[in-house]
Nanobody, 124 residues
Framework: VQLQASGGGLVQPGDSLRLSCESSGRTFSWNGVGWFRQAPGKEREFVAA????????YYADPVKGRFTISKDKDKKTVYLQMNSLKSEDTAVYYC??????????????????WGQGTQVTVSS
């Protein structure tokens, strides 16, 4: 199983984008879904996550207040709404399923079924 991330593109600072993460038409089966990103020459970093139990959401500090993670009611697609984009948001964005306990929601190794990623470029 591999997740499919889409919706990336080239935008200007201050613009918005909405990324989608789909699971090949089936419902997500683990504990939630997270978004990570990796910029050139940098380590992969946590961006946001949503847990099915309680619908709780989690964000990295750099995106808090600008990004919103959500899911459709059928739990087949997870979205990442990105507003007020900055040049430092430029990266390849990946989604994956969280299979770990709550305390690992920001830890990449607790995720599985990584997708191929979608490029987000913020540039004037």
């Amino acid at each position: 199983v591999q997740l499919q991330a889409s919706g990336g593109g080239l935008v200007q600072p201050g613009d918005s984008l909405r990324l989608s993460c789909e699971s090949s038409g089936r419902t997500f089966s683990w504990n939630g879904v997270g978004w990570f990103r990796q910029a050139p020459g940098k380590e992969r970093e946590f961006v946001a996550a949503i847990r099915w139990s309680g619908g709780y959401t989690y964000y990295a500090d750099p995106v808090k207040g600008r990004f919103t993670i959500s899911k459709d009611k059928d739990k087949k697609t997870v979205y990442l709404q990105m507003n007020s984009l900055k040049s430092e948001d430029t990266a390849v964005y990946y989604c994956a399923e969280h299979r770990g306990i709550l305390s690992t929601v920001r830890v990449g190794t607790s995720y599985t079924h990584w997708g191929q990623g979608t490029q987000v470029t913020v540039s004037s």
